[in-house]
C-alpha cells in the first residue's frame, strides 16, 4: 500500500501542473475556472479525500488503495504493463454495448450503446466526431459524452469515412446485403445527408472502407476505389480478394484472402484517415497513423506471428509468435505503441499484448475482463463517461453472455 507522503507528493505534482495553466476547463463542468478558484477548489478536496481515505481506510479487497481515475502519469507499475499506456480501450461485446479498459489503472466500465445489436455486420463500432456509430438496419450515433443516441439513418450497413464526423450507409432495396440496387450516402452524426448516390453498382463493386473521397471496393479485376464526386471506379490498385483492410489517408493495405500476402498501395487522392473502427474478423492487419508501419498477423497453420514492416524502407521483422490468426491490431494515435486483442466473446478473460517502437518490446497480458470483440484504443479523457465513481463487484457489472439484449442498465465500473 501507497504511503500517505507518497500520494501527498503525487497529488501536489498533479495539482501544481494543473495550475501552471492560465485557465483549465474542469471535466463536465460548464465553465473555465481561474487558476485562484480551481487551487482554492483542488486543496478542498484534496484535505477531504485525505481525511476521509484515512479516518475510513478506504481499502480493497486485497488491502491496497483504490486506484484513481483518468490519464496515467506515473510508471505503469500498477498498470497492466511495466510503463503507462495512457489510453483505454473501447471493447466492443458483439451484442448491444462496450467495455472500456483504462490498461493502467486496472479498471472496466460497461455500458450499453443505444442502436448496438446483434448481428453480423461487417462493422461493430466506429468513432468519428466524438460519436460510437453502431448499428445495422437503423444507424445511430452515440455521444462519446454519456448523452442519448441518435438514429443518423436507415441502411442495410455502414462503413466508416475518412471525412471528419460521418461515415457512408449502404442500402440494398432487398433489405439484405447485395439483394437488389443499392444507394450509397455519406452522412453526419447529426443525420445530416452530405452526398447521395444511386448509381453504385453492387453486381459489380463490394463496398469495403471508406476513403478520402470515395469508397475502396472490390472489383472482378482487383482492389479499387469508386469516387464519390464523379461516380467512377479508379486504376486498379492491386490484386483481392481483399479481407482486411486499412488505411491511414494516404495509403490502403489489405490481406489478400488471408493476411500470409499483405497488398499496400499509394491512394490516387490522399487525405485524412480512415475512423478508427472494430471490424472483428478482418483487424488482422493496421496502418500507423503516422503512415510509418504496416502491421500484420500472418497466419501459419492454426497461428499467427506479428510481423511490422517499416514502409519508409521496406524492412519487415517478427515481433511475437503463437497469436491467434483471429485476433485484432490497433494502433495507439501516436503511432507508438500496437496492441494486440484476442476475441474474447462469451468467455471470461482476453489476452492482450502491446508492442512500443522506441524499445522493441512485446508483452502480452491476460485481463479477467471478457465478452469482448475487437477493440479501438482512445484518450482516457474520451472514455470518463464509462466510468462511475462508485466501484461494484464485477458479478454486478456482468458481461453480455452471448444473449441479446444484455440486460445491462446503465453504466458500471469494477477493477480487476
Not at 460510437?132 to 462519446?144: D, H, K, S, T
Not at 489476452?351 to 479477467?368: A, F, K
Request: proline letters at 6%.
Amino acid at each position: 500500500m501507497l504511503d500517505i507522503e507518497e500520494q501527498l507528493h503525487r497529488y501536489g505534482a498533479a495539482l501544481e501542473r494543473r495550475l501552471l495553466d492560465r485557465e483549465v476547463r474542469v471535466p463536465n463542468a460548464p465553465r473555465a475556472f481561474s487558476r485562484r478558484r480551481l487551487a482554492a477548489a483542488a486543496a478542498a478536496v484534496l484535505v477531504v479525500g485525505i481525511a476521509a481515505a484515512v479516518l475510513s481506510g478506504v481499502l480493497d479487497d486485497d488491502g491496497s488503495q483504490l486506484a484513481t481515475r483518468g490519464p496515467s502519469t506515473g510508471s505503469g507499475r500498477d498498470g497492466v504493463f511495466s510503463t503507462a499506456t495512457d489510453v483505454v480501450l473501447l471493447v466492443s461485446d458483439g451484442i448491444d454495448g462496450v467495455t472500456a479498459v483504462d490498461l493502467d489503472h486496472r479498471l472496466a466500465g460497461r455500458r450499453v450503446v443505444e442502436g448496438e445489436r446483434a448481428g453480423d455486420q461487417p462493422v461493430r463500432l466506429t468513432l468519428t466526431g466524438g460519436h460510437l456509430v453502431v448499428g445495422w438496419g437503423e444507424i445511430y450515433a452515440a455521444p462519446l459524452s454519456g448523452a442519448s443516441s441518435t438514429k443518423i439513418d436507415d441502411g442495410t450497413i455502414y462503413l466508416p469515412a475518412a471525412e471528419p464526423g460521418e461515415v457512408w450507409t449502404v442500402s440494398w432495396d432487398g433489405g439484405r446485403v447485395g439483394q437488389g440496387q443499392a444507394s450509397v450516402r455519406r452522412v453526419r452524426v447529426d443525420g445530416t445527408v452530405e452526398f447521395s448516390s444511386d448509381g453504385f453498382d453492387t453486381a459489380r463493386l463490394t463496398p469495403l472502407l471508406g476513403v478520402p473521397g470515395g469508397v475502396a471496393v472490390q472489383t472482378p479485376d482487383g482492389v479499387a476505389v469508386w469516387d464519390a464526386s464523379t461516380d467512377t471506379v479508379g486504376r486498379i490498385l492491386g490484386p483481392g480478394p481483399a479481407t482486411a483492410v486499412t488505411s491511414d489517408g494516404r495509403r490502403l493495405a489489405w490481406c489478400q484472402e488471408t493476411c500470409a500476402a499483405a497488398q499496400v498501395s499509394d491512394l490516387d487522392h490522399p487525405g485524412p484517415p480512415t475512423a478508427p473502427h472494430v471490424s472483428p474478423g478482418s483487424q488482422q492487419l493496421a496502418l500507423s497513423p503516422d503512415g510509418r508501419y504496416l502491421a500484420v498477423l500472418r497466419p501459419s497453420r492454426s497461428e499467427a506471428s506479428l510481423i511490422i514492416t517499416d514502409l519508409s524502407t521496406g524492412q519487415e521483422s517478427m515481433k511475437a509468435e503463437s497469436l491467434d490468426e483471429y485476433g485484432a491490431l490497433l494502433w495507439a494515435s501516436d503511432s507508438q505503441q500496437l496492441f494486440y486483442t484476442e476475441n474474447s466473446y462469451i468467455q471470461s478473460s482476453t489476452l492482450i499484448g502491446r508492442y512500443t517502437v522506441s524499445d522493441g518490446r512485446w508483452e502480452t497480458h491476460t485481463i479477467p475482463v471478457g465478452d469482448g470483440l475487437a477493440a479501438i484504443a482512445v484518450e482516457p479523457e474520451e472514455a470518463r463517461s464509462f466510468f462511475n465513481e462508485i466501484l461494484v463487484e464485477e458479478a454486478e457489472c456482468p458481461g453480455a453472455g452471448g444473449s441479446y439484449p444484455s440486460g445491462r442498465e446503465g453504466t458500471c465500473t469494477f477493477r480487476f
